[in-house]
Each structure stands twice: as C-alpha cells, then as structure tokens.
C-alpha cells in the first residue's frame, strides 16, 4: 500500500462517522468524514484521499451526484469510491454512481476492511 493512508467518509450518520473514524484510525488511516457533500470536488481536492466511503443519502445532492462529479473531475476519477447503504439496491446504485464497489449496511468490520484493501 502507499504512504497514503487518507481515507474520507461521507455519510450524515455520526454514529457511523464516529465507529468508522475510529476503527480505521487504529489501523493507521488519517480519517476526514464530512456529513454533507457540497463542495466535494474542493473536499476532495483538498485531501486527495487513497479512497473514499460515499453514503447514498448524503445531502444535499446524495452519493449518486457526488460520486459522477467525482469521476467527471479528471485529478479526482481514480481515486476509489466504495459506494455504501442500507439500500436493499446497493448494487445498482453503485454501478449507476460509477463507485468501484459497494458495502451493504449494516456491514461488519472485518467486512469494511476487505473492501477497502480490495479497491486499494
């Protein structure tokens, strides 16, 4: 893995932003979590994370929006998006977003792991 260790969450859950933050700062990720999407080319931008976690029902625009703007954005498009929800659609909602891949919520934290080492 490269020394980018950055990761940024997406979701209007905190209870989710703060399990996430803290699992993945203990295996060594700098987590940045944002409970909106507004501005996210410039979120982004200002991280340039090694992946990021998009939630589908992030305001304003939700992570549909979000991860396309992301993937338009020719400095931001490769970086990875697992796209995740409790949506019982995930799937296609990811491949509509453009995401790499999906997490189902809920999903355990092993679960989590695998997907993030599998998109890196």
């Not at 969450?9 to 703060?18: A, K, N, P, Q, T």
């Not at 993945?24 to 340039?48: P, R, Y």
């Amino acid at each position: 893995m490269s020394n980018n260790k950055k990761i940024i969450i997406f979701d209007d859950d905190e209870d989710i932003l703060s399990i996430c933050n803290y699992i993945l700062a203990e295996q060594g990720w700098q987590v940045h979590t944002f409970t909106d999407c507004n501005s996210i080319a410039e979120k982004v931008s200002d991280i340039m994370p090694a992946v990021i976690l998009m939630d589908n029902w992030i305001p304003d625009a939700g992570g549909i929006i979000a991860t396309q703007t992301l993937k338009k954005t020719d400095a931001l498009k490769d970086i990875p998006v697992i796209y995740f929800s409790a949506n019982s659609d995930i799937q296609l909602l990811a491949n509509h977003a453009g995401a790499e891949t999906y997490l189902a919520k809920p999903f355990d934290l092993d679960e989590l792991e695998r997907v993030i080492n599998r998109v890196i």
